[in-house]
């Protein structure tokens, strides 16, 4: 046995090596294959997602509308709410004036310095949550609709590099996960196909509501990879392959996640 | 302090119906055993009590220990007696109290 472990490591060592040389299948995953995160949730979480008082994401949604409302030159004197159903369905969404990709929380914080002249709210800090759950939560039901040629081209392609991209001590791609191997077990949970559709959520491990920038950190931590910044560009990229990697999906905004 | 509060209950009952109360509120219920990423000790916040106040009865009332999950819900029933007031009660770690009231007409 001891003469044979050389041996064995060997195989092992070349095979870790090769594996590192081969390339990951960079096809998207087709769009009838596309499943809400809800589909892979207990039959009790998806109801805790459902219940319109239960589903403790309200809280932050509830908060976000008292933000929209409150202070000298408030949201709500340019943008009705009515108006803007469906727009959070359409972002990340390319900014002229900004020359930049912008997600929700980003539109909400330019908007805050250019039109309130209010400084921006910490990415991951309840104010934002609250008005991009809010904000979200308008847009419930609608299908996912971004654009990503034009302008979003070049961030569309680095979103998709990024999601197709081995990372991490553990070499592992976005994709290897979410489009190889939906629907399979990791340690006790269902693997999800990393759907973007019902964040801003309310993750029950975090105990509390979250971004997708701080799920997508998380998602980098696990493979052992540095996580980029929360509203970083490369995530917000990473957000729009996702968004359009979803189309069509229904945003669920508040979600439930594991 | 202010905190979110979501409160279920009936504007109206009629006299001897039992009626469906629920409430949710925001806190996080932290254990006092976690630490942050610096390894300093989060303190103990939590919340100690819940109360339902009818007409200034109570009606239920509940201990809060560190098991309880961060954004307690409870639901709960009670019979409609009288129109009046249904307070809802919460106090904190340090005895702050957060309270919501809804009134309810009994026909």
Known sequence: MRRRLPALLLVVASAALADTRSFVDQSDLPAEAVRSGSVFLTAETRALQADGFANPGYLWVERGGELFNDGDKVCSSC?????????AARYPQYDAVAGALLNLEARINLCRQHHQELPPLAYESDELLALTAYVANLS??????VAVDGDAAPFFEQGRAYYFQRRGQLNLACNQCHDDNWGGKLRGDTIS??????????????????????????????????????????YISLELYLAWRARGLAVESPGIRR | MSTTIRIAAPKQASRGEVMELK?????????????????????????????????????????????????????????AVESGTLEFRWVGQDGQVYSESVELEVV
Request: proline share 7%; with cysteine.
């Open chain 1, 79 to 87: 943008h009705q709410a009515d108006a803007l159903a469906g727009a």
């Open chain 1, 193 to 234: 196909q990393g759907q973007p559709n019902a964040w801003p959520a309310y993750r029950l491990e975090w105990q509390t509501f979250g971004s997708l920038h701080r799920r997508i950190r998380d998602c980098d931590v696990g493979v052992r990879a540095e996580p980029h910044e929360s509203g970083s560009e490369i």
């Open chain 1, 140 to 145: 419930q039901g609608r299908p996912l609709t």
């Open chain 2, 23 to 79: 409430a949710l509120i925001r806190h996080p219920m932290e254990t006092g055993y976690r630490r942050d990423p610096y390894g300093k000790q989060i303190p103990e916040n939590i919340l100690q009590r819940f109360e339902c106040i009818y007409n200034g009865e109570k009606v239920f009332a509940g201990e809060f220990f560190r098991a309880i999950a961060a954004d307690p819900f409870l639901t709960f029933y009670t019979v």
